[in-house]
């Protein structure tokens, strides 16, 4: 039997379901943790089986086309990195429940080709962080109102999206999807109210890059150009805001709104270097931001909220999460040799075309982030180690979380020149396709 | 290809391969969580660096046999698409051999002082990471063909420079003084990245050769005349300024000196501070594109040099002393790369480096030794101040004082008019943001986290 014939990417989105199904049933977290721990890793396989393989599935309307391919095994990895990092404590069969969900929606929506569908799924993942938000007594207006305001532009934008109205109504959807300021409110709100892990899985995939590349093939340039000024201040904002953050939750609200808007930029670049630069860094952020959430959930599962305000010396006690926390968030501002450098490259050096002007400010975005970054690892890490009667050592878990970060972060750096280069043919297409195809309409 | 540039080509990549696979060791212990003892730290260090040396010297040998002078080892198209061009190159030539010559050589002596003078040290391994971070960084930064290959080395010395300044991390001021240095070589990053960018735009690729032409340096092809290279040139300067510590970003070499006494040798003594030299050495011909350009870095050099020697004058620790006096040679050499004095500024950097090191490793000693003269002698030495400075007004010898006390005011200019209102801009922006949220929310106070 020919394996690259087997449907993988229907076992994926079946296995989700299904794990989804299994966890809610099981009462005892310990168990719901491994049963989930065992879903998602074979979710993972059969994603990664799914974006080798070259035959069609048989789901009509989901297929793992270039630029879902791709993506598939980065989300399932995002999702099982965010488990691993999720302390035994704090792991509840709801918890796994949601991870199962949000599992689903990402792998569904990254290979949906239905519009309809894929609003669908983008309405349906943001009310797995709503979920999350009230079952935890949160205050869930703020939240609200973005998110219903996004609906209401998702839903009125896709059904005018054959005029300019309509296409400026989802990119403006979009934009507040991705926390574009002054717009941005709800993602410290989000990260800060809800289980970090909840505010990762639904901030990190980056939905709304996909949803822009999907939807928006035809918005006019002048649409574009007004959403990557936009996304540009956010970036530069967003750096700005992580550096004088003295807690560690919106120091990290505010460099995902920095990084996500850098893809975003690149996104609304729609050229071939600025869409290349998007795929690839969409891949990057998303890998190096989980990493840099998971070394803040173990220290938040050992010291509580934490604070940027002192320095509180847990390298000593930590240091494999101080290697980790570094090396991720490094990455994630394109450090050399690691998996965000080449991405990173690119989109400065595809930025020319809009003007200098243009690729100083994301130097300026970059230099913020990185500045930021590094006082946070000092705030953390450094200072006098406190003193504690047991053993704050990485768990087993921890550590297996810690080698598959690391080695992504680092081999992702030596096969980047592969990535592009793949990721640079996905993005002739579908530049070619924008010029070839009509805008997208609710009727199909 | 004749055999003996294919054995240059192997030679130049065998220069970098052993610091690369030292760093992949530490990272494979990482991984595999093992803790490795000091020896086998100390002869994988010295094992590296020989290797590196030998294959530094032998390809020198066989391009002075041959009377090779330029010879360039591509390692491939990184990435490349129609409108991006992204190369890793290195470059054989009488700069690059003889800095990576210098940065092994005293990598080496540096490396074997501090297996003993860290000896049992908590942080002894965390020291030889970054050390060998810093090496892999410095050998490629030396040989670097591209601007990209250059920018990836330059990251590895900024990143592993700054947190050797904050090894002594118990204590609050090292990791608060790495932070400033890390902020200053940021922005110096700023400079160097869009002046790659530039590079891009002007010729299409990132390749020194393809800017200077593909002579043996110093000498240069095309007559680099225009905006753009003027441009281009500016932004080489700042980028050079901030790693170089030149004013206006000479405030954070001291505060470099808070790291142990080897990486203050090697970083800020002799390396890490002549980067910015080396860069302006290797684009020394984008600087003749204008006399204009070249009188500012003559300017720069000098006036650096200036400010250098009169805050080394009054400093009280012999480190932040040296630190100075380095500053005061770099300044010059500046000057000299400014002025056209290629071949003299080469010299000068690696004279200067060498002698550096030296005067850094033998600092903690020198003050024992001092203790002894002043226990010999009964009385401190004599310190009279040099005959110009007696002849000055005593209300300018006072100023000058006060000046070179305060290092210029460098720092507290940038901290009044860059760091405070910037500080404050985004905290008013966070305060903002901060009652926004509460009133969406609808509740006088946010909700704490709780879980992860």
Not at chain 1, 248 to 267: D, I, N
Not at chain 2, 356 to 374: G, I, K, N, V, Y
Request: aromatic letters at 10%; charged letters at 15%.
């Amino acid at each position: 039997m020919n394996l690259s014939s087997l449907p993988w990417l229907e076992l994926s989105l079946l296995l989700s379901l299904v794990g989804a199904v299994v966890a809610a049933f099981i009462k005892m977290p310990g168990l719901a943790l491994r049963t989930c721990l065992g879903f998602l890793l074979v979710i993972l396989l059969c994603a990664t089986a799914a974006s080798l393989s070259t035959g069609a599935g048989w789901l009509k309307h989901f297929a793992a086309d270039d630029l879902a391919a791709p993506m598939l095994p980065v989300l399932s990895m995002l999702h099982l990195v965010t488990l691993l990092g999720t302390a035994k404590s704090r792991v509840s069969p709801l918890f796994c429940t949601r991870l199962m969900l949000a599992t689903f929606v990402s792998l569904a929506a990254v290979t949906c080709h239905e519009p309809w569908m894929l609003v669908s799924l983008l309405v349906i993942g943001v009310l797995l962080p709503l979920w999350d938000l009230h079952s935890r007594g949160s205050a869930t207006r703020g939240y609200l109102i973005h998110m219903s305001l996004f609906i209401v532009l998702l839903v009125l934008g896709w059904q005018f999206a054959h005029k300019p109205i309509g296409i400026a109504l989802l990119l403006l959807a979009l934009l507040l999807r991705g926390g574009i300021v002054p717009l941005h409110g709800w993602v410290p709100t989000l990260f800060q109210g809800a289980a970090y892990g909840t505010a990762m899985i639904f901030v990190l995939p980056l939905m709304e890059v996909l949803a822009a590349l999907r939807l928006l093939p035809h918005a006019p340039e002048w649409m574009l150009n007004a959403a990557s000024i936009a996304c540009l201040i956010t970036a530069v904002y967003g750096g700005g805001m992580a550096i004088v953050q003295n807690e560690v939750r919106k120091f990290y609200a505010h460099l995902c709104l920095s990084q996500t808007s850098l893809v975003m930029f690149a996104v609304m670049l729609h050229t071939s270097n600025g869409l290349t630069a998007a795929l690839c860094l969409w891949i990057s952020s998303s890998l190096a931001l989980a990493g840099l959430a998971f070394s803040v959930r173990a220290l938040e599962a050992r010291f509580g909220a934490l604070s940027l305000r002192e320095h509180h010396g847990y390298y000593e006690q930590v240091p494999g999460l101080a290697i980790c926390f570094l090396i991720t968030g490094l990455a994630s501002v394109g450090f050399p040799g690691t998996i965000g450098f080449v991405p990173m490259e690119l989109l400065i050096s595809g930025s020319v075309e809009q003007g200098l002007g243009v690729s100083f400010a994301l130097a300026i975005a970059a230099m913020f982030n990185g500045i930021a970054i590094l006082r946070a690892y000092f705030a953390l890490f450094t200072g006098k180690r406190p003193t504690t009667s047991v053993s704050l050592q990485k768990t087993p878990q921890e550590r297996i979380g810690i080698i598959v970060i690391a080695l992504t972060v680092f081999l992702g750096g030596w096969f980047s020149p592969g990535v592009v280069a793949s990721r640079h043919e996905t993005a002739d297409k579908l530049l070619e396709r924008a010029g070839k195809q009509e805008a997208p309409t609710s009727k199909h | 290809m004749p055999a003996h540039e294919s054995l240059l080509s192997w030679l130049g990549l065998m220069i970098v391969a052993p610091p690369a696979a030292l760093l992949a060791v530490f990272f494979a212990a990482f991984l595999l969580n093992r803790r490795l003892q000091e020896e086998p730290i100390g002869r994988l260090i010295q094992g590296t660096i020989s290797l590196s040396l030998l294959a530094a010297v032998s390809a020198s040998v066989i391009m002075l046999w041959h009377r090779v002078a330029h010879h360039a080892i591509e390692l491939g198209d990184w990435v490349i698409t129609p409108h991006y061009h992204l190369k890793f190159e290195f470059v054989l030539d009488l700069l690059s051999l003889s800095y990576v010559m210098l940065t092994l050589v005293l990598c080496a002596v540096i490396g074997a002082f501090s297996t003993r003078y860290l000896h049992r040290e908590r942080g002894y391994q965390r020291f030889f990471v970054l050390f060998a971070l810093f090496l892999l960084g410095m050998v490629t930064a030396s040989l670097s063909d591209t601007v990209e290959t250059l920018f990836a080395g330059w990251e590895m010395v900024g990143l592993s420079s700054v947190l050797l300044i904050a090894f002594f991390q118990e204590r609050p001021s090292p990791p608060r003084n790495g932070l400033r240095v890390w902020v200053v070589y940021r922005i110096c990053d700023v400079a160097l990245m869009l002046a790659a960018i530039l590079m891009h735009e002007i010729n299409g690729a990132g390749d020194f050769d393809h800017l200077v032409g593909d002579k043996a340096w110093p000498a240069h092809d095309p007559l680099l005349i225009g905006p753009h290279f003027t441009m281009l040139g500016v932004l080489f300067v700042i980028a050079a300024a901030g790693k170089s510590a030149l004013i206006p970003f000479s405030g954070w070499l001291p505060r470099a000196m808070e790291g142990p006494t080897p990486s203050s040798a090697v970083f800020y003594g002799a390396l890490s501070v002549h980067l910015g030299a080396f860069l302006l050495l290797r684009v020394s011909p984008v600087l003749d594109s204008s006399i204009w350009l070249q009188v500012a870095v003559v300017v720069l050099g000098l006036s650096t040099s200036a400010f250098a020697y009169l805050a080394g004058r009054v400093q009280t620790d012999i480190k932040s002393a040296l630190a100075f006096a380095s500053l005061t040679q770099v300044g010059i050499i500046i000057a000299e790369i400014g002025l056209g004095f290629r071949y003299l500024a080469l010299l000068h950097l690696l004279g200067h480096a060498c002698l550096r090191t030296l005067q850094f490793l033998r600092a903690p000693s020198l003050l024992h030794d001092h203790h002894q003269l002043e226990n010999a002698i009964g009385s401190r030495p004599r310190e009279e101040g040099v005959m110009w400075e007696q002849r000055l007004p005593i209300k300018v010898q006072h100023w000058l004082y006060r000046f070179a006390l305060e290092r210029g005011y460098l720092d507290s200019i940038l901290e009044k008019w860059v760091a405070r209102p910037f500080v404050a801009l985004f905290r008013s922006l966070d305060g903002l943001e901060t009652r926004w949220a509460r009133i969406l929310d609808g509740e006088p106070k946010t909700k704490e986290a709780r879980d992860p």
